[in-house]
């Protein structure tokens, strides 16, 4: 089983619709979570991070996380074709090392 | 805040050539940074990770008399390709820990070995 899993894609989703991404990580010990967006031939940029139970929001972006599901995913409201780009779920699974482990992530399309 | 910057952005090289990749910090002071490969429509590979003034420590599988890596200051490590071969065409990515918790990354260097 992979360390992190996410549905690989393409996801399309029509502009201005929410679009729901989901990572899942098989370390129950894993304590930092993030979100990446990658747009094709650039490198990751960091959108979200969370690390407790619950909702965290940031502008059109919302993180959501669920330690006991070991599940974490990312809400993008009003959704545009500029955030057309693989999203990258990552998580730090050993506490005190700073290594990231990255899903393979998912590619979104927003369909004008 | 928390900008890292890479240099050259692109370099194409000859096989059996070297090729150095600068990795800096430009803004904040980075004791640790990570090295990445990305071969196209596949996710990232952490190569090694990269400490100040102390050996990096490699993955599994990646040679470390191939990869030579320096971090020789709180704001800059090097990445060095030797005897580049035509399988060492990649996209090569370094990341910084930042301020906050999380990783930087640098925008990339695409590397072709012709």
């Known amino acids: 089983q992979k360390e992190v899993e996410q549905n690989s894609g393409p996801l399309s989703v029509p502009e201005g619709a929410i679009a729901s991404l989901n990572c899942t990580y098989s370390?129950?010990?894993?304590?930092?979570f993030f979100w990446y967006r990658q747009y094709s031939g650039k490198s990751p940029e960091l959108i979200m991070s969370i690390y407790s139970n619950g909702d965290k929001e940031d502008g059109r972006f919302t993180a959501q996380l669920n330690k006991a599901s070991q599940y974490v995913s990312l809400l993008i409201r009003d959704s545009q074709p500029s955030d057309s780009a693989t999203y990258l779920c990552a998580v730090i699974v050993d506490f005190g090392n700073e290594k990231l482990t990255f899903g393979t992530g998912t590619r979104l399309t927003i369909i004008p | 805040g928390a900008v890292v910057s890479q240099h050259p952005s692109r370099v194409i090289c000859k096989s059996g050539t070297s090729v150095k990749i600068e990795c800096r910090s430009l803004d904040f002071q980075a004791t640790t940074m990570f090295w990445y490969r990305q071969f196209p429509k596949q996710s990232l590979m952490l190569m090694a990770t990269?400490?100040?003034?102390?050996?990096?420590?490699?993955e599994q599988g990646v040679e470390k008399d191939k990869f030579l890596i320096n971090h020789a200051s709180l704001t800059l490590s090097t990445l060095t390709v030797t005897s580049a071969h035509p399988e060492d065409s990649s996209f090569y990515i370094c990341?910084?820990?930042?301020?906050?918790?999380?990783?930087?990354f640098g925008p990339g260097t695409r590397l072709t070995v012709t």
């Open positions: 990269s400490n100040e003034g102390s050996k990096a420590t490699y």
């Open positions: 990341s910084a820990s930042g301020p906050s918790e999380g990783q930087y």
């Open positions: 370390d129950r010990g894993s304590q930092s």
